[in-house]
């Protein structure tokens, strides 16, 4: 019975020695957490060091997107970490939450090996609801660090933005206007490295690429080709818009002008005025009928899409259109006879006015749909 007695002291005795030491071993493991200062500092050790699976186990993601050990490691990647010798930690700032909690916020300057800093970088520690063994405080870093925050895409007006597959959000977008080129997205918080980027146009060839979100702002307008189904609208207008000036300058209407051209209906007005004193120079009189306008065999030169930054202005192309035409109207002609009263005779024929020429139109798109912007055209003088 002594015996026994005496075993079970020593037993109970050697399971306090292992509680004390064991208990010991876990402050002294988990003492670099205890402050926020040092749970950085063995945090920061950890990355230079490239220690990336006990890095992860030292975040706190409660306040930002939820990474597995992957995109962890690949977002740690990205900024490069490993690549410098040592930093130097300033604290900024000490904070409550709204539910109490305690934040410590820091900058950090990473350095090379002969001290001149590379990069700078603000972490937040955060103290932890559970404390180590129920007596020292437990400080974790906040993700954050691994977020590319506030990163800006612009692409064309009325594109489609898509993200590793995921399309952006529409309250990513912002100042958008009426008539505006380009569209703008603020991305608050991604992962930083890479992402791939798809952009959409109704107007524009699909553009794919890739972005380091490490690098910040990116801009794609100016990288996308018109599509065919666009060179063809705005091919279809040009014919149209010629017309309309040609049917002007013989009936002397240009009512429809001013609908038809409404970003340039001084411009084409002026145009038609001018075609006009072709069509029915010296005494010759104008007659409100025609018979036909016709544009043919036609050749179309695109510039390269152009975006501007003002606030209201469209995406816009220039046009070098080269055509045939074919202006059919009525005019007073001689006939070589005198009338008994002593004037020269004269009867109205249909008179052909067929020939070759070129003319330069800015295309505008909005509203879904493409606007003559601006026109340059000569007077043609050619009578058949």
């Not at 020593?10 to 040092?38: D, H, M, R, W």
């Not at 060091?49 to 939820?66: G, P």
């Not at 699909?206 to 910040?216: A, H, K, P, R, Y």
């Not at 259109?321 to 009338?339: A, D, K, L, P």
Request: charged content about 25%; aromatic content about 10%.
């Amino acid at each position: 019975m002594k015996v026994f007695r005496r075993l079970l002291i020593k037993f109970i005795i050697l399971v306090l020695v292992i509680i004390v030491f064991g208990g010991a071993a876990c402050l002294v493991y988990n003492y670099p957490q205890s402050t926020p200062e040092a749970a950085l500092e063995q945090y920061l050790e950890l990355l230079t060091d490239n220690n990336l699976e006990k890095a992860y186990e030292c975040l706190d993601q409660s306040e930002n997107t939820v990474m597995t050990q992957s995109e962890y490691e690949s977002a740690v990647k990205a900024r490069k970490y490993v690549l410098y010798d040592s930093w130097q930690v300033e604290e900024t700032s000490r904070r409550q939450g709204t539910n109490g909690e305690s934040y410590v916020d820091f900058h950090v300057e990473f350095m090379n090996a002969s001290g001149s800093t590379q990069i700078e970088g603000d972490f937040t520690v955060k103290r932890q609801s559970n404390e180590i063994l129920g007596v020292m405080a437990q400080w974790k870093v906040l993700s954050g660090h691994c977020m590319v925050s506030d990163l800006t895409i612009t692409v064309p007006a009325d594109s489609t933005l898509y993200l590793d597959q995921e399309k952006a959000g529409s309250s990513w977008l912002v100042g958008e206007s009426e008539n505006s080129s380009k569209d703008t997205y603020v991305i608050p918080d991604i992962l930083a490295g890479t992402v791939n980027v798809v952009v959409r146009n109704p107007i524009l060839e699909s553009l794919e690429t890739t972005l380091d979100t490490t690098e910040g702002s990116a801009d794609y307008s100016g990288q996308m080709a018109l599509k065919e189904s666009a060179e063809s609208a705005c091919k279809e207008l040009a014919v149209a818009a010629l017309k309309q000036i040609y049917v002007a300058a013989v009936t002397g209407d240009t009512d429809d002008l001013e609908t038809f051209f409404e970003l340039c209906a001084d411009e084409a007005a002026g145009i038609a005025a001018d075609q006009s004193e072709e069509f029915y120079r010296e005494d010759s009189v104008t007659y409100a009928d025609f018979e036909s306008v016709g544009i043919y065999d036609y050749e179309a030169e695109f510039g390269e899409p152009e975006f501007a930054d003002d606030e209201n202005s469209a995406i816009t192309v220039s046009l070098n259109f080269s055509y045939h035409y074919n202006v059919q109207n009525e005019e007073r002609v001689e006939t070589g006879e005198i009338w008994a009263d002593g004037e020269n005779a004269w009867e109205v024929q249909t008179v052909s006015h067929m020939g070759e020429t070129q003319a330069e139109f800015v295309m505008s798109y909005y509203d879904e749909e493409w606007h003559v912007a601006s026109i340059s055209l000569p007077v043609i003088p050619e009578t058949e």
